[in-house]
């Protein structure tokens, strides 16, 4: 076994001359290099590594050339300021322990990569920590195994276990059938689930179509396993059965236990003792119509400083969540454990209970609220001048509505806006306008994708989807929390407290080489090697602005990002351009802006409630369990509209329907319908006679004979052949012809190895899932 490197051992030989410079110097071999980062995922940024070899002047300029050499080979990638193997597991991962080696020892796998290495779980010594065992799901500190082998089924990692997650209950969630014969039977969710037979007495009330929670029964020699039903989730054609799914399925907490409830019944509302009382000012909430929660207040005003001349001062206040719930507390261990708020067309998964969420924390018109602000100066070109927290006391002077607020700076008040559109609301989008020069000059990334919103009927089905109006009440409130969250983190930066940031990375080199790829097909260049900044993928919108192709550069751009997260590190956030940047504005809903509410609580000596030496110690494991909870909850929210969307179109197969490729993949096209946001997918084998190829630079199919074919954001007509509403699943046929592809013929050579053979008398396969 190869020697682990350190900066003591690695700096203290001397192999080789350079005669050139004079002196003995020693510089790494590439394997060397390569063994170092693998070992020591933690400390592995460019100073980690001259400094282990201890490498000076012009030997770091040597190591950024080598460095660079073995990104541009495919060997390195960049992720966080720090270098891994291609293909290596994240240090923070959450893994699922299937099984047990020869030796009795664990081994797991990827939650979110099913297929991926083994990792071999190290026990901790004296039986201190946390012990897990097999068909637990862990999050863990992950160690690659330096002499590995590479077999699918060796190890290829250790691990060092940071949390057990709680045993999912063995329940089943199906809907209940009854077939000719009488019998009951559940209809599995989960396709790998067998059908499930329901004696009478154990029916509980369910009625034929109505989503249900079973308990499976020991199976039996002969037959299908038999259940007893737990209890009713509701109908599904109701969306809040569908909504339930989604919950289920991804392991959602969604009831909470009843010490949580009556420790949240138990707190009484925060005083006045110790705060700030800036009940007077004039601070206004502006949210979506519907929302129930208003956790963010703002207020603007000129700046009467001589010297910051056209200079503004914006305030915006935060509720103060740490104010109720302490480290510690069963409400603390629940809002952990749920990590976020989780919203669907219709419910809301709440991080805290509607006591906290709805009433104590919501800053209500005209009633008392505590909360955590931050008043910000700006100069006239829209930079920060400077700011302070505060813990006070206020008074909403008026719950709004975007396109309320919107409509009376535009000139149309009513009868709420107009006692405050010259002093409230005139003043807030002068600030805005201010602050927009600064981020203009800042330049984040700026992509122009549509969201869109499920309406609901009053029965919970859906109504119709829309694409809401981007309004500049939209961006100024956007911009002045992404400013609050900026002063968070510098603040805590300042004082030397840790914290947790929220970072994005920069696209990786293998990403930025496959957009390169694209653009380079539609005749645009992207420079190589360079740091890649947002200003250039602006540049790139821009170039394409108003052209047929503005859609398929603005998808193509958005997949060669990386993926935001939570991490005690900072290596700033890529997107909105900005060096150091924290969640603090919604900490009724994300834990992340509670730890760092906490944290400005106790480095500013703001009262009771601040961090814990405890939870700093932790905050490496709270980071990559919320990160974890963000993507459960973005899954579960994105297979809720799926299902909805699926059952909402059950009833049109066979009719055609308007729609853009959303993605290309050997094996087929994924369509969307723009009306719906809907995804399905459109099998190789039904595109025509001819032999199709995946050209991946290009985001195309194309034939070989004819050289037409099909690429990524292309507008088609399609008609519906299958669906399947339980998976959120749809199969569609294509009607456009092929079109003539440019430079698909000179990517043949790329493509070749990825050939797909699909012929028209192939037979269809059923409908796939997403992508």
């Not at 940047?581 to 400005?600: C, E, G, K, N, Q």
Request: glycine share 8%; net charge neutral.
């Amino acid at each position: 076994m190869a020697r682990k490197i350190s900066g003591r051992n690695a700096g203290s030989r001397r192999a080789a001359s350079d005669e050139v410079r004079g002196k003995d110097v020693y510089r790494p071999s590439r394997d060397e290099v390569l063994r170092y980062i693998a070992e020591n995922p933690d400390r592995s940024g460019k100073r980690d590594i001259a400094k282990a070899f201890a490498l000076k002047n012009d030997d770091r300029i040597w190591l950024k050339s080598l460095l660079r050499d073995l990104q541009d080979e495919g060997l390195l990638e960049k992720s966080r300021k720090r270098l891994h193997r291609v293909g290596q597991l994240a240090h923070v991962a959450v893994l699922d322990i299937f099984g047990r080696d020869e030796e009795g020892a664990l081994l797991a796998r990827p939650s979110e990569q099913p297929d991926g290495p083994v990792v071999q779980i190290r026990l901790p010594r004296g039986g201190n920590g946390p012990t897990p065992g097999v068909g637990d799901r862990v999050l863990a500190k992950t160690f690659p195994i330096e002499d590995h082998i590479g077999t699918e089924n060796e190890p290829a990692y250790t691990a060092r276990v940071m949390k057990v997650f709680e045993k999912r209950t063995d329940t089943v969630l199906g809907i209940f059938r009854i077939l000719a014969d009488g019998t009951f039977r559940i209809e599995p969710v989960e396709r790998r689930q067998p059908e499930l037979v329901v004696d009478k007495e154990f029916q509980n009330d369910a009625k034929p179509g109505d989503l249900v929670e079973v308990e499976p029964a020991r199976a039996s020699r002969y037959g299908l396993p038999r259940a007893k039903v737990l209890s009713v989730l509701g109908s599904l054609t109701n969306e809040k059965a569908v909504s339930m799914i989604a919950i289920h399925a991804h392991e959602i907490p969604h009831i909470f236990p009843q010490e949580v409830i009556a420790e949240a019944e138990a707190i009484r509302p925060a005083t006045l003792d110790g705060r700030e009382d800036w009940r007077d000012l004039p601070l206004v909430t502006i949210d979506p119509a519907d929302a129930k929660d208003h956790d963010d207040a703002v207020y603007a005003e000129p700046d009467t400083d001589e010297k910051n001349v056209g200079g503004v001062i914006v305030t915006v206040a935060i509720a103060d969540v740490a104010a109720y719930v302490r480290p510690g507390t069963a409400l603390d261990r629940e809002a952990l454990k749920r990590g976020n708020s989780v919203y669907f067309p219709d419910r809301v998964v709440p991080m805290l209970p509607e006591r906290i969420s709805n009433d104590l924390c919501s800053l209500r018109e005209g009633v008392d609220r505590p909360a955590l602000a931050v008043r910000m100066t700006f100069s006239a070109e829209g930079r920060k001048v400077r700011h302070s927290f505060h813990r006070i006391m206020m008074r909403s002077a008026a719950r709004l509505a975007y396109p309320q607020a919107q409509a009376a700076v535009d000139g149309t008040p009513d009868d709420k806006t107009t006692p405050i559109l010259e002093t409230v609301l005139k003043p807030l989008w002068a600030a805005y306008d201010v602050l927009k020069r600064g981020r203009d000059a800042r330049q984040p990334l700026e992509l122009d994708l549509p969201e869109r919103k499920i309406l609901l009927k009053p029965d919970g089905t859906v109504d119709s989807v829309v694409v809401p109006d981007r309004l500049d009440a939209h961006k100024l409130i956007e911009e002045f929390m992404i400013q609050a969250n900026v002063s968070a983190a510098e603040t805590l930066e300042n004082k030397k407290q840790k914290l947790v940031y929220r970072i994005h990375d920069g696209p990786s080199l293998a990403k930025q080489e496959s957009l390169r790829e694209f653009l380079q097909t539609i005749g645009l260049s992207l420079a190589r090697g360079a740091q890649m900044r947002p200003s250039q993928f602006n540049g790139i919108l821009e170039r394409v602005r108003g052209e047929d192709n503005e859609q398929l550069v603005n998808e193509v751009v958005l997949r060669s990002q990386s993926q935001a997260e939570y991490n005690p590190d900072n290596i700033g956030h890529f997107g909105l351009n900005l060096r150091r940047y924290a969640h603090f504005t919604s900490p009724i809903r994300r834990y992340a802006d509670l730890i760092v509410h906490r944290a400005l609580i106790g480095s500013l000596g703001l009262g009771a409630g601040g961090l814990m030496p405890s939870e700093e110690a932790r905050l490496e494991e709270i980071a990559g369990l919320i990160s974890q909870t963000e993507r459960r909850a973005m899954a579960a929210e994105r297979d809720t509209v799926d299902r909805l969307i699926a059952g909402f179109l059950a009833e049109r197969v066979d009719e055609t329907f308007d729609a853009r490729i959303s993605g290309v993949t050997k094996a087929g096209l994924f369509v969307q319908l723009p009306q719906y946001g809907a995804d399905g997918f459109i099998p190789v084998s039904s595109l025509g006679d001819d032999y199709y190829h995946f050209d991946e630079a290009a985001r195309s199919l194309f034939g070989e004979r004819t050289g037409k074919g099909y690429q990524l954001a292309d507008r088609v007509q399609v008609r519906l052949v299958e669906i399947a509403p339980l998976a959120g699943a749809m199969r569609f046929e294509m009607l456009t012809e092929p079109k003539p592809l440019p430079g698909s013929k000179r990517s043949f050579h790329k493509a070749k190895g990825q050939r797909t053979r699909a012929r028209a008398s192939q037979p269809r396969r059923g409908p796939r899932g997403r992508r």
